[in-house]
């Protein structure tokens, strides 16, 4: 079985200031790993994932994501944040069941 | 839009009765779930279903049952509602060619 731990549930940071939202995985097997995005009161959209090749993913929105194996994280990042981002961010993995997300990390943006 | 459809969107019940959650998919995908949100819990997965009437239990099965009897069709039913049942459930499809899941809009149920 898969797990996963987001290891900030909440992340404040500052308009235009870069963020780390961090991610780490366990498993026997090997993954495939997602960030999804929630904003206020909607769905899970999916931001990015990784499925094997190039450990550097590029999401939608300006987000990018690293897949360590040796580390077994997948850490997001963001340059350049705005306001817009403020959202709850979930991390998520499969191999061998279905689908397992962290606890989430909101983000907050501040003015 | 990932052609998923929850019904009803926001549900108020009582302690102790039935009720019955539906998702729609327009794409005949195989792969269903149900899955619940609480804060400070992420998504948990309740069941799933890979086929019509093949379905298997998730991390918090308890207390809920499913049935696919169309592949467009899946259905998550409380058969005496709790409490501890209020929660905000999606419903998603797995993609044939993929590995990500999409989600539907929710279903808020609040049991008083």
């Known amino acids: 079985a898969q797990s996963v731990t987001q290891l900030d549930s909440q992340v404040p940071v500052f308009e235009e200031a870069p963020v780390e939202l961090r991610c780490n995985y366990s498993s026997s097997v090997s993954v495939y790993l997602f960030w999804y995005v929630q904003y206020p009161n909607q769905g899970l959209q999916l931001l990015l994932k990784?499925?094997?090749?190039?450990?550097l993913v590029k999401g939608i929105n300006g987000f990018e994501a690293e897949f360590n194996k040796s580390q077994t994280s997948f850490h997001l990042r963001k340059p350049s944040v705005h306001i817009s981002d403020t959202a709850e961010y979930f991390c998520?993995?499969?191999?061998?069941?279905?689908?397992?997300f962290g606890k989430g990390t909101r983000l907050s943006v501040i003015a | 839009d990932a052609g998923i459809t929850q019904s009803p969107r926001h549900k108020v019940t009582e302690t102790g009765t039935p009720v019955t959650l539906r998702c729609h998919q327009t794409?005949?995908?195989?792969?269903m779930y149900w899955y619940r949100q609480d804060p400070g819990h992420g998504l948990r997965l309740i069941h799933y279903s890979y086929g019509v009437k093949d379905t298997d239990k998730g991390e918090v099965s308890d207390g809920y049952s499913v049935s696919r009897s169309k592949t467009e069709d899946f259905l998550l039913t409380l058969e005496s509602a709790t409490s501890s049942q209020t929660s905000v459930y999606f419903c998603a499809i797995l993609p044939g060619q993929g590995y990500e899941q999409y989600f539907g809009p929710g279903t808020r149920l609040t049991v008083t």
């Open positions: 998520a993995v499969v191999g061998n069941t279905p689908l397992v």
């Open positions: 794409e005949n995908h195989r792969y």
């Open positions: 990784y499925l094997s090749g190039s450990t």
